[in-house]
């Protein structure tokens, strides 16, 4: 499977921008990227996703990198209920190759 | 729309006890898989399934066995539970298509003493 590459922790302030990295250097032309985020003492929950192109949803944004070997996903205003672990994890376009591999992700903190 | 409903939230067991995790979707999801996750890991893949009567294994399936006869249901059994099975376990569904997110379940909490 391919694997992503993200910080262990990034702290924000509330009502700010934050710019979630995840590398993805080995990804191939059939993977998804995805982002799902975990809120302490819940099940992980659906973010966004894309393939080539940026995407933007009420949640966030993801910006992808031209060659797609990066990926950004980016919460436009940070709020308290924000602070997560964000999980980027590539899933196969298709079929039973899609299962979602979790690697430890990047623990947000929002300070108020 | 319920998603996907796991039962029960919360167990305890003596090592050796026997019992199923329910997991069930109501979104016609092809696919679904059981995860779990210790304390400060991320989530490893236990078993999934593509389809009624099709299931394979994930990382980490010892000790662990699933069948999947209907679309809707996935569950999840402990033939004789251990203390290492302590863990918080996760059910989740998607369709195959690797352009639809998943929808995980809240979780059950286990506990094997």
């Known amino acids: 499977d391919a694997k992503t590459t993200q910080p262990n922790s990034m702290e924000s302030n509330e009502e700010e921008p934050v710019h979630l990295p995840c590398n993805h250097s080995?990804?191939?032309?059939?993977?998804?990227i995805h982002w799902y985020r975990q809120l302490p003492s819940q099940g992980p929950e659906y973010v966004i996703h894309?393939?080539?192109s940026n995407v933007n949803n009420r949640m966030a944004s993801l910006a992808i990198a031209e060659d797609r070997k990066s990926s950004t996903l980016i919460l436009h205003r940070a709020t308290l209920r924000d602070a997560a672990v964000y999980y980027c994890?590539?899933?196969?376009?298709?079929?039973?190759?899609?299962?979602?591999?979790f690697g430890k992700g990047t623990k947000l903190s929002v300070k108020p | 729309n319920a998603g996907v409903t796991q039962t029960p939230k919360f167990q305890v067991l003596k090592t050796g006890q026997s019992m199923t995790l329910q997991c069930a979707q109501d979104?016609?999801?092809?696919?679904m898989s059981w995860y779990r996750q210790d304390p400060g890991m991320g989530l490893r893949l236990i078993h999934y399934?593509?389809?009624?009567?099709?299931?394979d294994q994930g990382e980490v399936p010892n000790g662990y066995n699933v069948s999947r006869s209907t679309t809707e249901d996935f569950p999840l059994r402990l033939l004789s539970a251990a203390p290492s099975q302590t863990s918080v376990y996760f059910c989740?569904?998607?369709?195959?298509?690797?352009?639809?997110?998943?929808?995980f379940g809240s979780g059950t909490r286990l506990t094997v003493v």
């Open positions: 989740a569904s998607s369709s195959l298509e690797g352009n639809y997110g998943y929808t």
């Open positions: 080995t990804i191939s032309g059939t993977d998804y």
């Open positions: 894309g393939l080539t």
């Open positions: 994890i590539l899933r196969f376009y298709g079929g039973s190759q899609g299962n979602l591999i």
């Open positions: 979104m016609n999801h092809e696919y």
């Open positions: 399934s593509v389809g009624a009567g099709i299931t």
